[in-house]
Nanobody, 129 residues
């Protein structure tokens, strides 16, 4: 069973930066992580969860318009870790940020061509004006 644990959230002023990390475990082979589609989602109070960034098995990246040009998703297969570098943060970015990994067998959430089914607990990001 794949497990995901996020870290790196916190409070920052508008215009600041944060780097989120997601440690993945449970992959049987190291190549399974490197070939997995992974992503970041976020959920603000009273709002639905929204996808914001995806990195597929080839390393191609995709972003929601709301974060394009400010956020960068990356993956380190040697460390089984996923990252989200967030720059020029805005108060509207305040949310719980959740790491996700594809589950091609029974994932229920489709986003940018990937079928997500494994989720972390999330890390809170708060941006003040």
């Amino acid at each position: 069973q794949v497990q995901l644990v996020e870290s790196g959230g916190g409070s920052v002023q508008a215009g600041g930066s944060l780097r989120l990390s997601c440690a993945a475990s449970g992959y049987t082979y190291s190549s399974a992580f490197s070939s997995a589609c992974m992503g970041w989602f976020r959920q603000a109070p009273g709002k639905e969860r929204e996808g914001i960034a995806v990195i597929d098995g080839r390393g191609d990246t995709f972003y929601a318009d709301s974060v394009k040009g400010r956020f960068t998703i990356s993956k380190d297969s040697a460390k089984n870790s996923l990252y989200l570098q967030m720059n020029s943060l805005e108060p509207e970015d305040t949310a719980m940020y959740i790491c996700a990994a594809e589950d091609t067998g029974s994932g229920r959430t489709w986003y940018l061509g990937c079928r997500f089914g494994f989720w972390g607990q999330g890390t809170q990001v708060t941006v003040s004006s």
